[in-house]
């Protein structure tokens, strides 16, 4: 999915004219929503130009609090964020971050509908088609390679506090590094962020291996919990309120619960189910590489990549395995490919 000249070209010229831009990334953001958008915030804010910054609630209506996972507080800019409420409900021109869908802006879509200019940057396969100028390329491993490609051709250059907020998005879509869409290009970019003087190696502990102590103890409960249905390989465990409240833990901190899972090596795919303060599920999944979980997801309504996708369901939980399981089963009886082009 190659990205034409003329949208790029749109993109430069929109953000160029504008005097004020509006960036949002979706609802329970990871490090490269935020990354990303805090990366294109500072250049742009470096060039004079007007910005306001925010993520959506889950539900219709917007907040009065903005949620920052705790393994991302030390990027530079969270300060210049302000809550979805007092995010505009008309902008002139407004970025979207990292989201496949209108629906994963949450409480911000309106926004994003009613922009006099929307531009999409994403690095998902799959999504819906939505926005005026849409920069996305599923075959590239993270959003903050299309910024750092967007900053280049406005004639920017970065500093070290932009550099930080693109290697956290970097390091936190590849896996550290780790998943087939690590290219050649990645590592140079990598390369390139790490010369700005950034402490990478602080920069991974925070990201990867920084938790509360009721992390810990909620990882067990979940754990615990986990439960292999052998006809689909697939391993899967879930997460509810009353884990979060019991253990003190904030939703944004189970991020990284799923890859536990996905070590197993006798699963092809892992599920983590994280029930929302609304009823529905959260699913996520995440293959060990012989089972497109992409195209599972989209089969029950979700989207995503061949190794990393998710979706949103109202069923109960015995429901929703059955469902996720016999798709992945229907996958592997049709013969889908066992290895997919790209990773998240």
């Known amino acids: ?29 990871d490090g490269d929503a935020i990354g990303s958008m805090l990366a294109l915030q500072r250049f742009l804010e470096g060039r004079g130009v007007r910005t306001i910054a925010s993520w959506g609630t889950p539900d219709a209506f917007a907040g009065d609090e903005l949620a920052v996972p705790p393994q991302y507080a030390f990027l530079p800019g969270l300060d210049t964020l302000v809550v979805p409420d007092r995010f505009p409900a008309r902008p002139s021109l407004m970025v979207a971050f990292d989201t496949g869908a209108p629906e994963r ?16 940057i994403d ?18 491993a993270a959003t903050a390679v299309l910024v750092d490609e967007l900053i280049t051709r406005m004639g920017g250059t970065l500093d070290r506090d932009t550099a930080i907020c693109l290697y956290t998005a970097l390091v936190t879509d590849t896996g550290r590094f780790q998943y087939a869409s690590t290219t050649p290009a990645v590592l140079e970019l990598a390369a390139r962020l790490i010369s700005l003087d950034i402490d990478h190696a602080a920069i991974s502990r925070q990201v990867w291996n920084t938790h509360s102590f ?23 465990t879930m997460v509810t309120q009353a884990d979060l409240e019991r253990f003190g833990v904030a939703w944004q901190e189970t991020e990284g619960l799923i890859d536990v899972l996905r070590s197993v090596e006798t699963a092809r795919v892992a599920m983590i189910a994280k029930r929302q303060s609304d009823g529905a599920w959260k699913v996520s999944l995440r293959s060990r590489g012989d089972v497109d979980v992409g195209r599972v997801a989209r089969d029950l309504g979700g989207g995503g990549h061949a190794f990393l996708a998710g979706l949103v369901a109202d069923d109960t939980i015995e429901e929703l395995v059955a469902r996720v399981a016999a798709a992945i089963a229907d996958h592997v009886r049709a013969g889908a490919p066992t290895r997919p082009a790209h990773t998240p």
């Open 214 to 236: 009721g992390y810990l103890k909620l990882l067990a409960q979940v754990l615990e919990r986990a439960t292999l249905e052998p006809q689909a390989s697939l391993l899967w």
């Open 1 to 29: 999915m190659t990205i034409s000249e003329s949208a790029w070209q749109a993109a430069v010229d929109a953000l160029t004219a504008a005097d004020d831009v509006a960036l949002a990334c979706h609802v329970d953001p």
């Open 105 to 120: 802006l949450g409480s911000l879509r309106a926004s994003g509908e009613a922009a006099d200019t929307l531009i999409v």
């Open 123 to 140: 690095h998902h396969a799959s999504g819906q088609e939505f926005g005026d100028v849409r920069l996305v390329d599923g075959s590239l």
